[in-house]
């Protein structure tokens, strides 16, 4: 568990695709908003484009391709290992494609977390911003929380919302929430570094307070990245 983190903060980041969160988390640091360090970024894809932002600012990369390794459990050893060699504090899920095994969540349990595109605990698992749509909602959003064994299920750490506009795409909804995460992962990022989050049982506390469904909302910045 995470109690007294030492700063900077030791991260490593899962990706598998474009690595946009990633960006925001590098940018962060880059301009001193976030103490923290990535150690490593491992993707289970080799052309995933996070890999070549990781490279371009020095970072360490590593990928661990599914088709070596006979099955799930095998391969979560094998991305436990390659973790644990570079001793984070923290494991950060930036659109990592994969169900984790049990085994692999409770190896990392208080300092695994995740970002998923809607206001959990609505539209667990894919497409989230079509089915915020085809269910009427008029707000949708943005969630970083702890993982636990259960998809998309752990302790809330922080959100925020955006409004869903009359005559929106799943596209310019995705793009808009897109938008949102690069403020609230480098912000969930900074309490944790800070040593302000706290997971006691399967409840978050920010300062010694209970995060709840009312208090666990920031807004969105004007001057979105
Ligand atoms: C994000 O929408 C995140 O919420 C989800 O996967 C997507 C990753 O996007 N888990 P990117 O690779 O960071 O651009």
Redesign the pocket.
Known sequence: MLTNPVQPLAIVVL??????????IIDNIASGQLSAKLVAVISNRDQ???LERARRHGIPTQVIAATLHPDRTAYDQALMQCIDSYSPQLIV?????RILTTEFVQHYAGRLI????SLLPKHKGLHTHQRALDAGDNEHG?TVHFVTPELDSGPIILQMKVPILPNDTAEEL?QR??QA?HQLYPEALRRIATGRVQLRGDIVYVDNSPVTAINRFIELANHAK
């Open positions: 990706i598998s695709g474009d690595g946009s969160n990633l960006q925001a995933a484009y996070g899920l930036a659109g990592f494609m995740n970002i998923h595109p943005a995705q929430v897109h995460e």
